[in-house]
């Protein structure tokens, strides 16, 4: 963890323990060591502030690009050791740089969904969380957010953060990101385990 992250992490800390009443289940499954993929659903800003503030590892977050165009927000989200994504596109350079970052043991966060569920549903998986996490033969590690008032996910409210045990994708084929039908089954069968297991994490909440 980056004396920056460190230092930022406090002011989340507070932010969410004033907020919010959290409540974490199965912390026990999140390894303390190694690469792995995170994965969550996605309902709110605060997600990001949950997350950082119940995990004491620092997590590297894939980001839309839109959120990096400003100069100061830039800076500030790459010290944080975030980097932006080109949605829809494809972007191999951010595919690439997720798995560089698993590879050297850290934690890659992603929210599959690609973008925020306004009614708490959980949506299909967009397939960058399972490329990454097969082109390393990371473990996915699987977490359910959940808000007790559905009409309020911003403050004052209950936060429940369920985590699954790791999915292991270290039997999965060996992909190639050139070759556009390269391991599609194989994504496929990933992506949806990940977001069937937050899925039943999220209906098993509290």
């Known amino acids: ?39 969550a659903n996605h309902q709110s800003i605060n997600d990001v502030f949950l997350l950082g503030t119940v995990l004491k590892r620092q997590l590297h ?10 100069p100061v927000a830039h800076w500030f989200f790459i010290k944080l050791g975030s980097f932006a994504v080109k949605r829809g596109k494809g972007d191999f350079a951010a595919i690439e740089f997720a798995e560089k970052i698993v590879k050297e043991e850290k934690v890659f966060a992603i929210f599959p969904e690609g973008t925020r569920s306004k009614t708490g549903e959980i949506l ?6 399972a490329v990454v996490a097969a082109a390393t033969k990371a473990p996915i590690v699987p977490v359910a957010i959940k808000y007790n008032n559905k009409n309020n996910r911003h403050c004052f409210t209950k936060a429940t953060l369920s985590f699954g045990k790791p ?13 556009p039908a390269g391991g599609r089954k194989e994504i496929r069968k990933i992506s949806s385990e990940i977001m069937d297991s937050i899925k039943t994490l999220y209906e098993q909440s509290n």
């Open 1 to 39: 963890m980056t004396a920056f992250y460190r230092f930022m992490r406090i002011f989340a800390v507070i932010y969410a323990r004033v907020c919010f009443k959290i409540k974490v289940n199965g912390i026990e499954n999140f390894p303390k060591t190694g690469g792995i993929v995170l994965c």
């Open 61 to 70: 977050f894939m980001g839309k690009e839109e959120l990096f165009k400003n």
């Open 124 to 129: 299909r998986a967009k397939s960058g969380a």
């Open 167 to 179: 999915i292991n994708t270290a039997k999965e084929t060996e992909l190639d990101l050139t070759n």
